[in-house]
């Protein structure tokens, strides 16, 4: 899954955001049904939170580490091909401090469900997945607008900080993007349906590793 670290290093250093006391990023691991023969998506494989940016790349070496048969597509018990899967980070900050909040409302809510008798046991082995959810659900700020052109065609848009090259097209990705650049983002997603733009997540796929079978890299946006 992590075919180059140079790219992923350069990734780091150019595009992530220094993150605060009470920071972290979010990372997610997916299948997806159009990349290989599974029976449906996965939107959560597998979940990495992200510290700090120094230790990124040294956390994805280890969390990518996957081998066939790692993962196994539940209504059909086969192993969930290599080719299926992709990585992606949410550039936007998510804070701890507000997750907590969050994550205590279920907490007692299953608390009291499950005193009162109304709720399936079951459910607390989940809690590490609600926590995540909580905590991707907690933006601190958001430092970063990422276009998502499904599509192998380059845009005539505001000249971006970062152009990654994925399966289907290309991410092109902007750093504090002001107001105005943000309305031509806008209008440039609702002319073409194959361009989104993201902001309160800012998810993209990570340079320098495997989506769908094919090298995610970078573009120099100078070169575009």
């Known amino acids: 899954m992590l075919w180059s670290e140079e790219e992923v290093e350069k990734f780091i250093e150019e595009v992530v955001p220094d993150l605060e006391k009470d920071e972290v990023l979010c990372v997610t ?18 979940k990495l939170i992200i510290k700090n940016k120094q230790s990124m790349l040294r956390k994805l070496r280890k969390f990518l580490r996957i081998e066939e048969g790692d993962y196994i597509d539940h209504k059909t018990g086969k192993p969930i091909p290599l080719k299926a899967l992709a990585v992606y980070v949410d550039l936007c900050p998510k804070s701890c401090l507000k997750a907590i909040t969050l994550w205590m409302k279920t907490a007692m809510e299953w608390q009291y469900q499950a005193i009162a008798g109304t709720l399936d046991l079951e459910i607390f082995k989940k809690l590490d997945t609600k926590w995540f959810s909580s905590v991707h659900k907690s933006n601190s700020r958001k430092p970063v607008a990422v276009v998502d052109v499904d599509k192998k065609y380059l845009l005539n848009a505001p000249h971006p900080d970062w152009i990654t090259e994925t399966r289907g097209g290309y991410h092109l990705i902007y750093k504090e993007p002001s107001k105005e650049t943000m309305r031509q983002l806008y209008l440039l997603s609702e002319r073409y349906d194959f361009v989104e733009l993201f902001r309160n997540q800012a998810r993209t796929v990570i340079p320098g590793t495997i989506q769908g079978g094919f090298k995610v890299r970078r573009i120099d946006p100078n070169d575009s």
């Open 29 to 46: 691991l997916v299948a997806r049904k159009k990349y290989a023969n599974i029976s449906r998506s996965v939107e959560l494989l597998d």
